[in-house]
Structure formats: C-alpha cells, structure tokens
C-alpha cells in the first residue's frame, strides 16, 4: 500500500504520530545536519591540499556553526510570520548549493566563505522544525518526536562525516562534495512529499511584535539558561571532534581519512541513547538528566587521554552519549515552556549553542597548537564543568518532568 499524501493524515496524528511522519522528522534532522561537520573526518587531508594552518582549518569548521548563530534569531521571526514547512524544503534545498560549488574550491578562505554559506541555510531546518514540533505535538507524544528528531540530527552529524571520509578514499574530496550536494537535493524532494502541513501554525506577521516578543524571551530564564547551557555543551562538542582528528592522525596512531571516518561512528551510539533519554527525560527531569549527563561527557573527554586507540574511542563514545542527552533534554525544555514565540526562542538557544561551537573550533585551536591534545583536553573540561554548574545553580527552580502539563 503506497503511503498517503501528507494532508490526509489521521486527524490524531498530533497525539499518536505515526512511523512514516516520525521517520521524516528523523530524515529532516539528517538533512540539516549533514553538512555542518562532514569537513571533519578529512581535515588533515584538506589543511596539506589547502596549505592551512591548524587554526584555519579550526575557522573553516567554525564558519558553518557562526553563520547558524547569526541567523538563527532572525530565522525564528521569519518563521513565526511565513509558516513552517516551506522554510524547511527551501533550506534543505539551500544547503545543496554551497555543498556543490565546494568540488571548484582551491584555497582555505573560499572554502572558509562556503562553509559560512551553508551555515545560513541550516537554521531554516532547525529552528523552524523545533518549532513545529512544539506547535503539533502534545504532552508525552511531542517529547517522543522531539527525541526522533533530534536522534535524526544525530545520525545526520555522523552520515556526513562518514560518508566524507569513505568517499576520498575511492575519489578526490571535491568530487565527494558533489555526492554529498546531490543527497542534500534528494532530502529537499523527500521533504517537500510527505511534511504534512501545519495544523496549529498562527503567524505573528508583525515586526514590532516580533522585536515585543524578542523582548520578553530575552528576560526569560527558561530561554536564557537553556541557552547558557547549550553554548558550553556545542562548544565541548566541536572543540573535541575537531582536533581529535589531528591527534589520530598524528603518530603513533596515524589514522587515514577512512579510519577517521570510522572513529565517527561512535555517533551510532548516541542514535541508540536519544530516543532512551526520549523515555528518562519525563520521569527524571531536566534537571537531573542533564547533570548526570554532563558529568557522564567530562568524563569521556578525560579518557581519550589515555594512550591506546580503544581507549581513545571508548572517551569519545561516552562524551557524545552525554551530549546528545543534555541536548534532547534542553530542547525539549524549551519547546514545553516556552509557549509564545517558540520559533525565536528556539533561534535564540541555536545562537547561543552555536556560538559555542564556533569557539570551540576557533579557541581550541591555540589549545591544540600549544599545548597539543593534552591542552585541548584542559579546555574542553573546563568549559563542561561551567556548564554543570550552570545546571545545578539554575535549572533546580525551573525545571520539572516534561510530560507534566505547561501552566505558564
């Protein structure tokens, strides 16, 4: 039986979504994130082709994660006044472009430029789906898709950094950029099918009222402390998945693109931990969670300084897992009580969140150039344990399970 069109839904489908719609979340959390990493798993094959330094080649990952907290806020108002499900097939499309005009690029600052313009297309997808989520999805159901979706994000964040560094091994990277464009072309189609429409969407078409909302979710704390979080746990995140690439790389290990490729699938674990996280988060709290969960990635960061391979690997599956745990977590905080402007607010976390990231491909670069993995290691449990003690001052009078009803 063919799948029926996205506007003949089952009109419950807001409190018992289905596998098909869950499916597509998950996909479009694929779509977004495809690119934003992919250049990883061969950074010390571009900084020899593109003769760059390390921290160049630290902007170059960077650039994607600034344009997305640039325009995250901005793609939140939007949103709020156009509507929801043409911004994402119009994104996921965007990201296309840039992706294939990256298989001409000869140096590392047009490289960096591309990287940047990729970066503006992927709030379109996130922040505009979260938002959707949020307005579609009840109680319990909307922490199960919101799980889907980020679980997607997930997968999307090791397809691409896998996908890279299989494909230089049979083609040159900028033809790999090609392949990498054309399924980015394929997700938008794919979107564009079966996204159902949005049933409880109202816009908000008026810019004073936009910058009157902005406002308030300014003064918000179950905006702001999210927000504070989410920059420590992205910048954690990047710093780490950036730099330990050149430390494999590096003797004694001596990792080609492919083994690199590989190291990412620990990513696959943390498909499997986030739809877990989906079930702890509404009996634990947010609270809770992220705490043990933060504790749980510092940790992993410490033990990839052990000196074996699985060591090393073992480090990096444990700080992922405890990432996309405090991320689902947050998220799903913020589309519970946030009730008002969700698309803004959820711009406002991805600036803060992707700020973070930015820095940690920026700043962990000086990290690992003076004072190697050692140095980057200092600096990425550093930033984590701001990160917990910002959860444990803040959240206690905020947070409570999330499957219990909004009174806000």
């Given at each position: 039986?063919?799948?029926?069109?996205?506007?003949?839904?089952?009109?419950?489908?807001?409190?018992?979504?289905?596998?098909?719609?869950?499916?597509?979340?998950?996909?479009?959390?694929?779509?977004?994130?495809?690119?934003?990493?992919?250049?990883?798993?061969?950074?010390?094959?571009?900084?020899?082709?593109?003769?760059?330094?390390?921290?160049?080649?630290?902007?170059?990952?960077?650039?994607?994660?600034?344009?997305?907290?640039?325009?995250?806020?901005?793609m939140?108002?939007?949103?709020d006044?156009?509507?929801?499900?043409?911004?994402?097939?119009?994104?996921?499309?965007?990201?296309a472009?840039?992706?294939a005009?990256?298989?001409?690029?000869?140096?590392?600052?047009?490289?960096?430029?591309?990287?940047?313009?990729?970066?503006?297309?992927?709030?379109?997808?996130?922040?505009?789906?979260?938002?959707?989520?949020?307005?579609?999805?009840?109680?319990?159901?909307?922490?199960?898709?919101?799980?889907?979706?980020?679980?997607?994000?997930?997968?999307?964040?090791?397809?691409?950094?896998?996908?890279?560094?299989?494909?230089?091994?049979?083609?040159?990277?900028?033809?790999?950029?090609?392949?990498?464009?054309?399924?980015?072309?394929?997700?938008?189609?794919?979107?564009?099918?079966?996204?159902?429409?949005?049933?409880?969407?109202?816009?908000?078409?008026?810019?004073?009222?936009?910058?009157?909302?902005?406002?308030r979710?300014?003064?918000?704390?179950?905006?702001?402390?999210?927000?504070a979080?989410?920059?420590t746990?992205?910048?954690?995140?990047?710093?780490?998945?950036?730099?330990?690439?050149?430390?494999?790389?590096a003797?004694p290990?001596?990792?080609?693109?492919?083994?690199?490729?590989?190291?990412?699938?620990?990513?696959?674990?943390?498909?499997?931990?986030?739809?877990?996280a989906?079930?702890?988060?509404?009996?634990?709290?947010?609270?809770?969670?992220?705490l043990?969960?933060?504790?749980?990635?510092?940790?992993?960061?410490?033990?990839?300084?052990?000196?074996?391979?699985?060591?090393?690997?073992?480090?990096?599956?444990?700080?992922?897992?405890?990432?996309?745990?405090?991320?689902?977590?947050?998220?799903?905080?913020?589309?519970?009580?946030?009730?008002?402007?969700?698309?803004?607010?959820?711009?406002?976390?991805y600036?803060?969140?992707?700020?973070?990231?930015?820095?940690?491909?920026?700043?962990?670069?000086?990290a690992?150039?003076?004072?190697?993995?050692?140095?980057?290691?200092?600096?990425?449990?550093?930033?984590?344990?701001?990160?917990?003690?910002?959860?444990?001052?803040?959240?206690?009078?905020?947070?409570?399970?999330?499957?219990?009803?909004?009174?806000?």
């Open positions: 039986m063919s799948a029926a069109p996205a506007t003949s839904s089952p009109p419950d489908y807001n409190d018992h979504p289905g596998l098909l719609l869950l499916l597509t979340l998950a996909l479009i959390g694929v779509f977004a994130f495809l690119q934003v990493y992919s250049v990883q798993s061969i950074l010390p094959e571009l900084r020899q082709d593109l003769n760059a330094t390390v921290v160049e080649i630290g902007g170059a990952v960077g650039a994607t994660v600034l344009a997305v907290a640039m325009v995250s806020p901005l939140g108002m939007l949103s006044a156009a509507g929801r499900k043409w911004l994402v097939v119009a994104s996921v499309f965007a990201l472009i840039p992706t005009l990256m298989t001409q690029v000869d140096t590392v600052h047009g490289l960096t430029v591309l990287r940047f313009l990729q970066g503006l297309a992927v709030p379109g997808v996130t922040v505009v789906t979260i938002a959707y989520i949020g307005e579609e999805f009840r109680a319990a159901a909307m922490v199960r898709v919101m799980t889907m979706y980020v679980t997607g994000t997930v997968l999307g964040g090791f397809l691409g950094r896998f996908l890279m560094g299989h494909l230089t091994e049979f083609m040159p990277w900028r033809a790999a950029f090609g392949v990498m464009a054309a399924l980015n072309l394929a997700g938008a189609v794919m979107v564009w099918r079966v996204l159902p429409p949005s049933r409880h969407f109202v816009a908000s078409p008026r810019f004073a009222s936009g910058v009157a909302t902005l406002g979710l300014l003064r918000n704390p179950h905006v702001l402390v999210p927000s979080l989410g920059f746990v992205l910048f954690a995140q990047v710093g780490m998945f950036t730099y330990v690439n050149f430390h494999l790389a003797a290990y001596g990792f080609s693109p492919a083994q690199l490729a590989n190291v990412f699938a620990v990513y696959l674990v943390g498909v499997v931990i986030t739809p877990l989906g079930r702890a988060v509404p009996r634990l709290g947010a609270r809770r969670t992220i043990l969960s933060v504790a749980l990635s510092a940790l992993g960061v410490l033990l990839t300084l052990l000196p074996s391979t699985w060591g090393i690997v073992a480090g990096l599956t444990l700080a992922s897992c405890g990432v996309f745990v405090t991320q689902s977590a947050t998220v799903s905080f913020i589309a519970h009580r946030v009730t008002s402007g969700r698309s803004l607010a959820t711009g406002l976390y600036t803060a969140y992707y700020s973070g990231g930015f820095l940690g491909a920026w700043l962990c670069g000086f690992y150039t003076h004072g190697g993995w050692p140095g980057t290691v200092a600096a990425l449990v550093a930033t984590q344990a701001l990160g917990w003690l910002i959860a444990w001052r803040f959240l206690p009078g905020l947070a409570r399970p999330l499957a219990t009803p909004s009174t806000d």
